[in-house]
Each structure stands twice: as structure tokens, then as C-alpha cells.
């Protein structure tokens, strides 16, 4: 069987992709910040990390956990994705806004296999 590593898994578009990937008899393991996991019945087949990716920490778990509980990963999948915290003009942004957005939509994404050695 293949897998796929997919962040952001817990609603919307990422939970509809781990649906997707496990349907397709891919196995799959999945990070989210929730801290239940958002597929119980797929113990055998699905794999849940909770963390945060804009978190180096969170981030070089969610690898190894992978490694370590099916022993390759054939794809990725980043969906994880935030808005500001607040809807505003782009100039009108607070720095600890930009901040979120950038560290989990372009930094955790980008660093997921490089804080691992992998990248």
C-alpha cells in the first residue's frame, strides 16, 4: 500500500482528501490541531498526529511518526492553511497576524521535510 502524509486533515478539504486517499487503499497519516482524532474507525489505515505546523517540534513528529508507523511516505498532501486573524487590508495586517499566516501556509509547509532531514 501506498502513503500519504496530509496536514490540515481534520474538516473541509483535508478530511474530504484522507477520505479520498483511504477510499483509494492508500494508508494515510494525517496532522491537525484538533485533539481528537477525525477517523477512528480507520485505526489500522489512518494514523492521526496532533500538532501545530507552524511548530518545528509538531512538524519533525508528524514525519516520524509516519516513518515510524508504516515505514515510507510516497506523497504529501499540505492542506493546512489559516486566514488572518482578522479580515482586513492587506497594509492594515498586524504583524502577529502575518506572522500566523506565514509560519503555517508557506513556513510549516515548506519545512515539513526539511526539519527532518529529508528536504
Not at 474530504?16 to 489505515?45: H, Q
Not at 498586524?94 to 509547509?109: A, F, L, P
Amino acid at each position: 500500500m501506498k502513503h500519504v502524509l496530509i496536514s490540515g486533515c481534520t474538516r473541509g478539504i483535508g478530511a474530504a482528501c484522507v477520505k479520498k486517499f483511504l477510499l483509494n487503499d492508500w494508508v494515510v497519516t494525517g496532522m491537525g490541531r484538533s485533539e481528537e482524532n477525525p477517523f477512528p474507525d480507520y485505526y489500522s489505515i489512518f494514523h492521526y498526529v496532533q500538532g501545530d505546523l507552524s511548530s518545528t517540534e509538531d512538524r519533525k513528529r508528524f514525519v516520524m511518526e509516519a516513518f515510524y508507523k508504516f515505514g515510507k511516505i510516497d506523497a504529501l498532501v499540505n492542506v493546512a492553511g489559516v486566514a488572518p486573524l482578522e479580515r482586513k487590508d492587506l497594509l492594515e495586517m498586524t504583524e502577529e497576524s502575518y506572522d500566523r499566516v506565514m509560519n503555517i501556509n508557506t513556513k510549516g509547509n515548506f519545512c515539513l521535510f526539511s526539519d527532518n532531514g529529508h528536504g
